[in-house]
């Protein structure tokens, strides 16, 4: 049984930074891709950020694009995710995910395991 725990997450006010961090225990971690995404209040769980499982590849949504970077650390099993210039719009609770595939996906549907998410409040 694979399980995540995100952290990391708080209230901060616009333009600053935070950075969460997804641990992943109970099976091989670098066998995982793993992605991140959020949903604000009364909306749909977006799509924010995926990372493959070797590292070497990277994808995120426009609305975070030269602000968010996604990274992990194999030896620690935990994905990270930086999040700069941070914007009211950004509210959510984040949730981290792992399939267990080379590549990453941006598609809910492709993730079978699901951490229970962080809250990231950005004040005005």
């Known amino acids: 049984q694979v399980q995540l725990v995100e952290s990391g997450g708080g209230l901060v006010q616009a333009g600053e930074s935070l950075r969460l961090a997804c641990a992943v225990s109970?099976?091989?971690?670098?066998?995982?891709?793993v992605g991140w995404f959020r949903q604000a209040p009364g909306k749909d769980r977006d799509f924010v950020a995926t990372?493959?499982?070797?590292?070497?590849?990277?994808y995120l949504a426009d609305s975070v694009k030269g602000r968010f970077t996604i990274s992990r650390d194999n030896a620690k099993s935990t994905v990270y995710l930086q999040m700069n210039s941070l914007k009211p719009e950004d509210t959510a609770v984040y949730y981290c995910?792992?399939?267990?595939?080379?590549?990453?996906?941006?598609?809910?549907?492709?993730?079978?395991?699901w951490g229970q998410g962080t809250q990231v409040t950005v004040s005005s």
């Open positions: 990372i493959s499982r070797s590292g070497g590849s990277t």
């Open positions: 995910a792992a399939r267990e595939s080379t590549n990453w996906s941006t598609q809910q549907y492709n993730y079978a395991h």
């Open positions: 109970g099976r091989t971690f670098s066998s995982y891709s």
